[in-house]
């Protein structure tokens, strides 16, 4: 398999990004450069979305195996137990990644997979429904966004502040959903799975949702108790599920405080 694409800035331990479904590392640009001046950042596109070639067509790309294929790339960049902050379906990334190599710590915000069984019908539909008019209405809705209220129509399901989002990176977002390889597959690699808990994954992870998260917007898909006991919460109030431009302040935060705790965590195990 060809390697994933990636950008890399900053120097200090290595923190890898993880993003949401149709979505590419470009997300997390508004958090890149402040992440920059503490962490060795390596933001990843996941196999088929941004510059990154979807798996084999005989591979399903089920969240475990997308771990694989952030695993490799790891690899190959010789990154040893690094920091892992995933969003959306890039938290469930995360959990597996942790399962097959050492992390220092997990961040998730507003993680997928954490309901009973499968993907609930609301997320599938609404997700569904949003790639089709990225598809096939993208010209009306880049017009609509050059507008406050075009912007708040169109982004405001997954963003909790969408008059924050620029047109031009808005017009982005459209485009990378509209032109995803990857996103039929991975979505419905997801509809009949959730993250189920397994050994413990001696790394310590927080959890965080934003408070206008449209799209997972029920408790029932926020179960908690499949994750590692002593898992942090934190808060993303005015967040949606895609949190980076609603309030870069408020996520980089959040990182930090997973990081220092992790930090905190290993320095206390040391100590005689």
């Not at 084999?56 to 902050?85: C, F, M, S």
């Not at 710590?105 to 997320?123: E, M, N, Q, V």
């Not at 109030?237 to 996520?251: K, L, N």
Request: charged share 20%; hydrophobic share 45%.
């Amino acid at each position: 398999m060809e390697q994933l694409g990636f950008s890399r800035h900053g120097k200090g331990p290595p923190l890898v990004l993880i993003h949401a479904l149709g979505s590419s590392r470009a997300a997390w640009d508004p958090v890149v450069a402040r992440l920059g001046e503490r962490f060795d950042v390596l933001a990843v596109d996941l196999p088929g979305f941004g510059e990154s070639a979807p798996l084999p067509p005989a591979t399903e790309p089920h969240p475990a195996r997308l771990a694989e294929a952030v695993a490799d790339l790891l690899d190959d960049l010789h990154i040893d137990r690094p920091h892992v902050t995933g969003n959306s379906i890039g938290g469930w990334v995360a959990l597996e990644l942790a399962r097959l190599r050492p992390v220092a710590s997990l961040t998730l915000l507003s993680p997928a997979g954490l309901w009973r069984r499968g993907t609930p019908l609301y997320c599938l539909v609404s997700l569904r429904i949003t790639r089709w008019a990225c598809r096939h209405a993208p010209g009306l809705l880049s017009r609509l966004v050059t507008h406050r209220l075009g912007r708040i129509l169109v982004l405001g399901q997954t963003h909790g502040r969408p008059t924050r989002v620029a047109p031009e990176r808005a017009r982005a977002e459209i485009e990378v959903l509209a032109t995803s390889t990857g996103f039929d597959a991975a979505l419905a690699a997801t509809a009949h799975r959730h993250y189920t808990a397994g050994p413990i994954l001696g790394a310590p992870v927080t959890v965080a949702f934003g408070s206008r998260d449209l799209v997972l917007p029920m408790r029932r898909w926020r179960r908690l108790d499949q994750l590692p006991a002593g898992t942090r919460s934190a808060a993303l109030p005015g967040c949606g599920h895609i949190p980076m431009a609603d309030s870069p302040t408020a996520v980089v935060a959040v990182i930090d405080a997973s990081v220092s705790s992790a930090s905190a965590d290993g320095a206390a195990s040391v100590s005689p």
